[in-house]
T-cell receptor, first 115, second 114 residues
Framework: DAKTTQPPSMDCAEGRAANLPCNHSTISGNEYVYWYRQIHSQGPQYIIHGLKNNETNEMASLIITEDRKSSTLILPHATLRDTAVYYCIVRVEYYSGAGSYQLTFGKGTKLSVIP | DSGVTQTPKHLITATGQRVTLRCSPRSGDLSVYWYQQSLDQGLQFLIQYYNGEERAKGNILERFSAQQFPDLHSELNLSSLELGDSALYFC?????????????FGDGTRLSIL
């Protein structure tokens, strides 16, 4: 799976948009970008994923550059409960269904939402 | 609530002992994954089962083993425990087909070796 690079930490003011960048310059055509977060020592929480197009759900938006070499996770109105470690993961997908889909976690970005 | 249930939440035991961690996947999910999170190693993939069969192995020690039962729940067995096995153990599940399917994680079992 492609390696990702994320800043180790970021701050965001409560109520403002949090924009978390991720670089995945070696991504290949069959690799999806996944975002998870981990609040304290809870289980990682799935946020969003995408292949080529921008995606939005009730939690966040995912913006993927046209060349797919980087992406940005956007939390539109950050709250104190969004303070967590955010992981950007690139995962190969085998359309034949024959592969394994384990996630390789890096160190992520520790997002601190400031009151 | 992810729908993935892990028991027990906490486990305290001594070196040399054996423990079993249990995971019930989300309804309908055929794949179960086990991950270990320690302070110095971060989150690491251990093993995956798909519909009862082992599909992939990661950094899993020989002292550790797992299985997935016909009702799709899974157990992770840890034996000859060492102090370094103290960690959070997470189970995740995902849907059949898996392409573009996210994994959903349980709240983990915190294992403390004294």
């Amino acid at each position: 799976d492609a390696k990702t690079t994320q800043p180790p930490s970021m701050d965001c003011a409560e109520g403002r948009a949090a924009n978390l960048p991720c670089n995945h310059s070696t991504i290949s055509g069959n690799e999806y970008v996944y975002w998870y977060r981990q609040i304290h020592s809870q289980g990682p929480q799935y946020i969003i994923h995408g292949l080529k197009n921008n995606e939005t759900n009730e939690m966040a938006s995912l913006i993927i550059t046209e060349d797919r070499k980087s992406s940005t996770l956007i939390l539109p109105h950050a709250t104190l409960r969004d303070t967590a470690v955010y992981y950007c993961i690139v995962r190969v997908e085998y359309y034949s269904g024959a592969g394994s889909y384990q996630l390789t976690f890096g160190k992520g970005t520790k997002l601190s939402v400031i009151p | 609530d992810s729908g993935v249930t892990q028991t027990p939440k906490h486990l305290i035991t001594a070196t040399g002992q054996r423990v079993t961690l249990r995971c019930s996947p989300r309804s309908g999910d055929l794949s179960v994954y086990w991950y270990q999170q320690s302070l110095d190693q971060g989150l690491q993939f251990l093993i995956q089962y798909y519909n009862g069969e082992e599909r992939a192995k990661g950094n899993i020690l020989e002292r550790f083993s797992a299985q997935q039962f016909p009702d799709l729940h899974s157990e992770l067995n840890l034996s000859s425990l060492e102090l370094g096995d103290s960690a959070l153990y997470f189970c995740a599940s995902s849907a059949a087909g898996e392409v573009g399917q996210p994994q959903h994680f349980g709240d983990g079992t915190r294992l403390s070796i004294l």
